[in-house]
C-alpha cells in the first residue's frame, strides 16, 4: 500500500474517533499533532487530551491503537501522548468550532 494512501485512512480512522464529552472527533479537535507512516507501515501518532485529568484519557488511546492495527497493512502503531504544546480551542478546525457553535 501506498504510504500515502495509508497515512489518509489512518487520518480518516482517527475522524471517527470522539472525545465522550465533546461531539467532535478527536482529529477535528486538534489533539492529534502528528500522524506518520513508517516505511515498514507501522504507524506513529503523537496526540494530546484536553486535559491531562481527561476522564477519556484511557479510552481514547485503546480506541485509537485498536482501530490504526485494523487497518489492513499496519504493522503496528506507535502512541506518544504529550501536554507540549498544552491543547487549547485555538487547536480545534474551524469545522469544530462550528459543530460546537463557536464560529
Known amino acids: 500500500m ?3 494512501t495509508l497515512h489518509d485512512t489512518v487520518v480518516d480512522v482517527l475522524k471517527s474517533i470522539f472525545d465522550p464529552e ?4 478527536i482529529y ?3 489533539l492529534i499533532y502528528e500522524v506518520n507512516v513508517k516505511p515498514d507501515n507501522s504507524v506513529q501518532v503523537l496526540f494530546t487530551l484536553t486535559a491531562p485529568a481527561c476522564p477519556a484519557a484511557e ?6 491503537e485498536e482501530k490504526i ?5 499496519v504493522t503496528g502503531v506507535d502512541l506518544t501522548l504529550t501536554f507540549d504544546p498544552t491543547w487549547d480551542k485555538e487547536m480545534m478546525s474551524d469545522e469544530a468550532k462550528l459543530e460546537l457553535g463557536m464560529l
Not at 479510552?59 to 485509537?64: F, L, Q, T, V
Request: proline share 10%; net charge negative.
Open 2 to 4: 501506498h504510504l500515502h
Open 22 to 25: 465533546i461531539p467532535v472527533n
Open 59 to 64: 479510552s481514547i488511546p485503546a480506541e485509537m
Open 28 to 30: 477535528e479537535l486538534g
Open 69 to 73: 492495527l485494523a487497518i489492513q497493512g
